[in-house]
């Protein structure tokens, strides 16, 4: 059975389940993973075990006491939670030591120093740890190094590279595996019986859309890259079919950019107006065409087709072989950089696009 409902991190949940027995849960942990997959969900579950007054067998917390209360209404006073605010590019140095006025007089380095309120130590979760300037990176290292006692703090990042190397050096670190469709499947199918709880992941409405079908369910989780969150956004039925248009005018040559581009932002305009929408929209039109150009490449190198059989249906029609898979695959992901940092999305999309089209004459720069 899955531990308190998370599934496919069995080995996670292990590592920490026999940490916990030897009395040896580290003071420092980066989580590390694909967005979408349940680290942050994991890390606050993680928080409630640990903070629970009569953890039992398994790490499972006691969910009854007054701790597992707190902790599971979202509002444990030793459990703090920070990350990137939206309309920023990195977490503020403020976050950590306080504003100016106010420096190590509030901030989570500071809070941490303060005695535990409820139980016997506190725990940090640290989001968007990919977004961490050196600054405030380096207000941490301290409190890293030597956390206040008992205290256990978690940096939750997508990818190892993008910490920096004295974050890395001084924690645990923690990978996290992709979800196998099968997986997001069962998730899925799962949250649309019960009617849908969407739990701790941002969604738009698109959940609520009842969909009709295992088939919609199971081409969502194959094309949801193993995450949980791509593919509760890909029920969205009108994601769904732009994603297979975007593979189907990604894989045509010559491709047509300027069709992408205003395709991309029709797509972009019918979300609305809100920031957060459109970029999450963005992200995953890049990332299914990131997916797009590894399984070109992974076709083209190794024979191995893909096992999602929208992308098994268009790879064939490829015709850039894999060096422009490779350029195409390296521009998508500077573009995706460009959204998580909060540039300007029309301006990406024309960017991306144009490179997309010549991707013969932007190799060699
Ligand atoms: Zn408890």
Redesign the pocket.
Known sequence: MAWQGIEGHDAVVERFVAAQALGRIAGSYLFIGPPGIGKSTFAQKLA?SL?????GKGLL?????????Q?KAGRHPDIDIVSKPEDRATIPLETFIGDADHRMREGLCWRLLLRPTMGSRKVAIILDADHLAEEAANCLLKTLEEPPDGAVIVLVGTALERQLPTIRSRCQIVRFRPLTSETVFSILKHETARGTDIGQIQNDDAIKKEPDNDSLLWACAQGSGGSLQRARLLLDPMLAAFRCRLISLLSHRPMHGVELADETKLLLDAAGKEAPVRRARLRIVLESAIDFFRAALRDDLAGEPPCDQVLAELINAWTGGSEEAVVSLRHTLDALDAVNRNANLTIVVDAWTALLEQPRLTQTT
């Open positions: 409630g903070l629970c007054r009569s953890t917390p006691c969910n009854a006491c007054s701790s597992c209360v902790a």
